[in-house]
Structures are given as C-alpha cells and as structure tokens.
C-alpha cells in the first residue's frame, strides 16, 4: 500500500513557495526504479527502457536521445570481504531487475534520456552551466528561508513516476508479484541511502551478511555521495522550478558544538526532551523510515517505507570513546597531505589512504586505518547521536545533506591539490561494488563509479570556500550586501521623510520670526543681557550655605 502522504505544514512559508507546494503535490523523480519500470511486465521482460514524452520512442531514439541497449557488467573480480555470489540484488547491478536499459547519447542522461548530464543544460544539452554551493552562514536571510521550504516541500510531495522496493527479487516471486511502495521526493533519497548500505540477505531470517556496503568502507564512498547530491539537487530544482538552487555546506571544521542546529536552519533542541527538535522548527513534524536495520535483519527483510517514528538528534550527547569531538583543522589538513586515494584491501583497514582517512575510519593524525575510534566524517555521524548515527537511516535527518557537501568539498579539495591519474581509483579487488567499472547502487540512469574520479568543475559545480581570494571575500560579504539592498528603500524612504520633516520645520521656524518681528528678544539687548549674566554666574547654586561643594556636585551630575 502506498505510504501517505503527511499534512503539509504551511507556517511561515513564503507565499510563492505556498503556492508551488499546491501546484507541485506531484512531481517527476528521475532516480531508480522509475514507476514505468515497476510493473510485472517490464520486471518479467527484464527491460527499463521508458518512452521519452518529447517524442513516444524508447529512450527518445527517434530524436537521437538513446536507444535500449545490454547492460554491460564490469568482469573484475572483487575483493574478498564478501565470499558469496548470486544471492543479493545488488550484485552486478542492475542484472537483477534489469539487463536492458536505456544507453543516452550525447549530453543527455537519464533513465528515459530525457535530462542532461551534470553540468550540461538547454534543449539539446550543449549549453555549459556552473553552479556555486556555498557556506550555509553565507546564505542571506531569504536563501535560508528557501532552503527550508524546498526541504519541506521535498519532503511533504509524493513522487510522481517513482517508487521505491520494499521485497527482494526473490519475495517478488522473479518479478511476477511487484513490492514497490510510494515515498516522497526526499524519502526516495533516504530509501536509496538506505538501500545501498544494508545487509545482504542470506535467506533465513536472521540470516545477514552485514559486511557489504555498497557506498561506504571503501573506495566508491566519495563518488557515490557525490553522485547521490547531484541527483537530490537537480530534484530540488526540478520540484521547485528554482534552477538556480544548490546544496549548501557545513564547514563543521573546529566547531564547538551543533551551530547549525537551530530553528532558522536545521533544527534546535526540544526543551522537554533534548534528543528531539524544538517546535519551533520545521523539522520537527518530520517522520523518519528504513531506521530500524536489526529489526529487517531478524526478519530477513527490507524495510517496507513506512513511518517509524520522529526525527531524532542529541549532538554531544554521544559516547566519548567512540569520538572526542568534532574534526578539527588540523586533522582535515592532516587528511588532504595524504597522496593516495586508497591504500592496502581498501576498506576498513586501509593505512595512508586518503578515502579511509576522509571517511573516519583512518587516524587524521598518524594515518594508520581501523582505528577503534570515529573521526572526520563518521565523527559528525556519532556526535549527532540520533537519526544521523546509523549507517542506514542517517539521511533522515537533513543535516545529513550540509554534512555530505562539505565532505564532497574536501574530496574536491583533494583532487585539485594532487590531480591524481584515472587509475589512482582501482579496477580490480576493492570491496564488491567498489571497483572503478561497477554500476552505483541502485542508481537507474546508472552510473560507474570511476566516472566521478574527476573534478566537480566538470560535473558544472563548484565550492565557495575553493574560490580563490578575493572572490571569497565577495562571498562572504554577499549576504550584508542583499540584507543592505533589500532595507534599501527603507532607508531612502526614511531620508525623505528626514527631509520634509526638516523642510516643514524650517517653514514654521520662518513664518514664526515674520510674526514675532517686532519681539525685543530678535534683537541682541536681551541675548546679550543673557550672556553677560550668565558669565558673571557660571553655576546656579543650591543655596544651602555650602556653594562650593553644591556647585561641584552639580557640575559633575551635569556632566
């Protein structure tokens, strides 16, 4: 059944983006398992090779888009921290489900050849377009309210043309009984989050294989997340109508505590219970899924979408012994100085490797891999302690989307300083789904990881915080800049009225002198009795005997 949808909280919300959550309750995801290919027939035909709706052809071949073509599985071998074969969906994704899917040409991507590739747009995707991801506490004041509506609206919309499994192949009897369920745009995200990392299932209830994750302990960690915000910024975009939106970042760099967690971004502490978020935030009505991973392994289950319970985060509440802090400055430099990418087996116990290092499970300060503790990005993950410490349900909470850009800014940062060659990223051994030939899990347009081996100016992004000098200068002052625009005609208004109050009040101060012309104070007898009084008296005293010490007393209470 499909999961329904929750009331849309409108408090607040700018009456543009009011509008777009009435007209947009519905929209396009373009992800996998795209709702064309969820039915009997196309899972019994093994084929996802939807029409495109410019012209009603598989893959837009008649416009020369695509075609349908083989899936070609990469041939390498794998590493041999997974020793089973043929008994989990994910293995030579997207085989399972599909060995026939649209191949787009050119520019254009997706899974019916209907969008561009990143960094490309236009009807014909030739067009080159850059954007900019920025520091959150750069974001003006009307940025940031976006932010938040798009991620309420993201949450709040039910996608149009995409589902996500709730059964394995196996449950669906080879295709012949379809489990699918209904999520929203942004709980698509955290089912394929979800999805990518879980455990295999070996049959039996309570029968898992817990070590294969598709996305993290390995070498795909960084490509695969960054592939994962490409895709949740261009939904935003497409949910929105706004193309000019990008994921903001939190530079959690000697960060004394949470300072994004407050009810004008991501959510402040609920004072009755600090593990959830204050009501003053729009995430707090938020519903979390897919959180319960022992709960699916004991059933030899999936998570079947639907709502588990509130969003939850306690930051610094967490186990000291698992991680001290939040990363510093020294540690992220620490971890960009290492020269290779990955090192060893690659995967957990990897020494000198700059992913291993980056994902946490290297020491920032000596190098050395399967460290007993969690720093870099696992870090940010533990001192969150709530939805954002599993593995599985982390993308629950949307800190999880300002924490994966700034690690994705690192990544970037890493590529430009040491501009390593394609086969710095390995074909061959890493940990299954890891090797550069093998197709992201469960990404339907699909998408290999070596692909994302490049930097993000290809991919038509760029960070704030990479900007060369002066251009960070001008960013970080971008936001006082709009702030001071748009008071602007305020201030211009209020010099007006500072004008004719200061006209109005010279006309009255005239008209009063022509009526008073006669007056003996217009002329200087009187002022200069005044002033010669005043000379010969400098201080009125209080004439209690002692005109000396009233006199000083008053003067310092006048002064």
């Known amino acids: 059944m499909p999961t329904p949808c929750p009331q849309l909280n409108l408090l607040g919300m700018?009456?543009?983006?009011?509008?777009?959550?009435?007209?947009?309750?519905?929209?396009?995801?373009?992800?996998?398992?795209?709702?064309?290919?969820?039915?009997?027939?196309?899972?019994?035909?093994?084929?996802?090779?939807?029409?495109?709706?410019?012209?009603?052809?598989?893959?837009g071949a008649s416009s020369g888009r695509g075609s349908c073509?083989?899936?070609?599985?990469?041939?390498?071998?794998?590493?041999?921290?997974?020793?089973?074969?043929?008994?989990?969906?994910?293995?030579?994704?997207?085989?399972?489900?599909?060995?026939?899917?649209?191949?787009?040409?050119?520019?254009?991507?997706?899974?019916?050849?209907?969008?561009?590739?990143?960094?490309?747009?236009?009807?014909?995707?030739?067009?080159?377009?850059?954007?900019l991801r920025r520091n959150v506490f750069h974001l003006s004041?009307?940025?940031?309210?976006?932010?938040?509506?798009?991620?309420n609206l993201a949450k709040q919309t039910v996608s149009a043309d995409y589902v996500v499994a709730t059964g394995t192949y196996a449950q669906m009897e080879n295709g012949s009984r379809p489990m699918f369920a209904d999520v929203?745009?942004?709980?698509?995200?955290?089912?394929?989050?979800?999805?990518?990392?879980?455990?295999?299932?070996?049959?039996?209830?309570?029968?898992?294989?817990?070590?294969?994750?598709?996305?993290?302990?390995a070498p795909a960690f960084l490509p695969w997340h960054r592939v994962y915000l490409l895709h949740w910024e261009r939904e935003i975009r497409?949910?929105?109508?706004?193309?000019?939106?990008?994921?903001?970042?939190?530079?959690?760099?000697?960060?004394?505590?949470?300072?994004?967690?407050?009810?004008?971004?991501?959510?402040?502490?609920?004072?009755?219970?600090?593990?959830?978020?204050?009501?003053?935030?729009?995430?707090?009505?938020?519903?979390?899924?897919?959180?319960?991973?022992?709960?699916?392994n004991d059933g030899g289950v999936l998570c079947?979408?639907?709502?588990?319970?509130?969003?939850?985060?306690?930051?610094?509440?967490?186990?000291?012994?698992?991680?001290?802090?939040?990363?510093?400055?020294?540690?992220?430099?620490?971890?960009l100085g290492l020269t290779d990418y990955d090192a060893g087996a690659m995967d957990r116990s990897a020494n000198m490797s700059f992913r291993n290092t980056m994902e946490g499970f290297g020491d920032p300060r000596t190098g050395l891999g399967s460290s007993s503790r969690r720093y870099m990005h696992a870090a940010v993950h533990v001192f969150m302690n709530g939805s954002m410490s599993s593995v599985q349900g982390s993308a629950n909470d949307p800190i999880f989307l300002l924490h994966h850009a700034f690690?994705?800014?690192?990544?970037?940062?890493?590529?430009?300083?040491?501009?390593?060659?394609?086969?710095?990223?390995?074909?061959?051994?890493?940990?299954?789904?890891?090797?550069?030939?093998?197709?992201?899990?469960?990404?339907?347009?699909?998408?290999?990881?070596?692909?994302?081996?490049?930097?993000?100016?290809?991919?038509?992004?760029?960070?704030?915080?990479?900007?060369?000098?002066?251009?960070?200068?001008?960013?970080?002052?971008r936001p006082y800049l709009e702030a001071l625009r748009d008071a602007w005609p305020w201030l211009l208004l209020a010099g007006l009225s500072g004008g004719v109050v200061a006209a109005v009040t010279a006309a009255a101060l005239l008209t009063a002198k022509r009526r008073c012309r006669g007056s003996p104070w217009l002329h200087g007898e009187k002022w200069k009795d005044l002033f010669a009084r005043t000379e010969r008296e400098p201080l009125i005293l209080s004439g209690d005997g002692n005109d000396e010490e009233a006199g000083h007393r008053n003067y310092r209470t006048a002064m």
Request: aromatic fraction near 12%; charge should be negative.
């Open 14 to 59: 700018p009456p543009l983006i009011i509008l777009g959550f009435m007209l947009m309750r519905f929209v396009p995801s373009h992800q996998q398992f795209p709702r064309p290919c969820a039915t009997r027939e196309a899972l019994r035909a093994k084929e996802c090779c939807p029409p495109w709706a410019g012209d009603g052809s598989p893959c």
């Open 69 to 131: 073509g083989d899936v070609e599985p990469p041939e390498q071998p794998h590493g041999p921290q997974y020793p089973f074969s043929g008994v989990d969906d994910r293995e030579q994704w997207p085989l399972v489900f599909y060995n026939r899917t649209c191949q787009c040409a050119g520019n254009f991507m997706g899974f019916d050849c209907a969008d561009c590739k990143f960094g490309y747009s236009g009807p014909t995707c030739q067009e080159r377009r850059e954007s």
């Open 141 to 151: 004041r009307a940025e940031r309210a976006r932010l938040l509506a798009y991620l």
């Open 184 to 217: 929203s745009v942004y709980d698509v995200f955290v089912w394929i989050h979800y999805y990518v990392s879980r455990a295999a299932l070996l049959g039996a209830p309570g029968d898992v294989w817990t070590d294969a994750d598709f996305a993290h302990w």
């Open 238 to 296: 497409r949910l929105s109508g706004d193309a000019d939106f990008s994921i903001p970042y939190w530079d959690w760099r000697d960060a004394r505590g949470c300072d994004v967690c407050t009810d004008e971004l991501m959510g402040a502490r609920s004072g009755p219970d600090p593990a959830l978020l204050s009501p003053g935030s729009v995430f707090s009505s938020w519903r979390v899924l897919c959180s319960r991973a022992q709960d699916y």
């Open 304 to 335: 079947d979408a639907t709502q588990e319970g509130p969003l939850r985060r306690n930051p610094g509440g967490h186990n000291r012994n698992v991680t001290e802090r939040l990363p510093t400055s020294a540690e992220v430099e620490f971890t």
């Open 407 to 477: 690690v994705d800014s690192i990544y970037e940062e890493w590529l430009r300083r040491h501009r390593p060659s394609p086969s710095q990223y390995p074909e061959s051994n890493a940990p299954i789904g890891h090797n550069g030939g093998y197709h992201m899990v469960p990404f339907l347009p699909l998408h290999r990881n070596r692909e994302f081996f490049i930097s993000s100016k290809e991919l038509g992004y760029e960070y704030s915080h990479l900007l060369d000098a002066n251009q960070r200068l001008a960013e970080s002052m």
